[in-house]
């Protein structure tokens, strides 16, 4: 990935990767990190569906504010990239519902998921529409340097 534009390798990974590695913690600051099945629009806001009930779940029922990491983990070790997010999360009002689980269904079928509606989100179904709204994104430099991340301006 050298001398590539960050914004480029951040796009093409977030485009190409189909999971998500979502850090919440709970009240006390007890960290949990849980890999989700994810769909983006514009690259700020990714959306996700999982139980109510679930750790990571409760936990930013309390803590709204999470990390993400969508890592690719295709490629030779040593070459790996990610795109760091710090975000803030929760679950999907009503009034966003259909075009969140409009977006969520159609990369689910484009990698061959399902067709999802507004209604295997809500009522007695078990499940709940998420999302993280990325207010920082980041890449890995590749300079030599441990840890050394670059900003990235993504639309």
Avoid: C
Avoid at 46 to 61: D, G, K, Q, Y
Avoid at 113 to 130: F, K, N
């Amino acid at each position: 990935m050298t001398g590539q534009d960050p914004g480029v390798v951040a796009h093409r990974i977030l485009d190409a990767i189909l999971y998500m590695v979502l850090a919440t913690a709970d009240e006390a600051g007890r960290p949990w990190a849980s890999p989700v099945y994810f769909a983006h629009s514009g690259y700020t806001e990714l959306f996700w569906v999982s139980s109510p009930e679930a750790t990571h779940s409760r936990n930013i029922a309390v803590r709204p504010q999470v990390s993400v990491v969508v890592f690719d983990s295709t490629v030779p070790v040593g070459s790996g990239q990610g795109v760091y997010m710090a975000a803030e999360a929760g679950e999907v009002p009503d009034e966003e519902l259909e075009r969140g689980i409009a977006i969520f269904s159609r990369r689910s079928l484009e990698t061959g998921g399902q067709a999802w509606t507004p209604d295997d989100v809500r009522g007695g179904t078990g499940l709940r529409l998420y999302r993280a709204v990325a207010s920082e994104h980041s890449i890995l430099a590749k300079d030599g340097a441990p840890d050394h991340r670059v900003v990235v301006d993504l639309p």
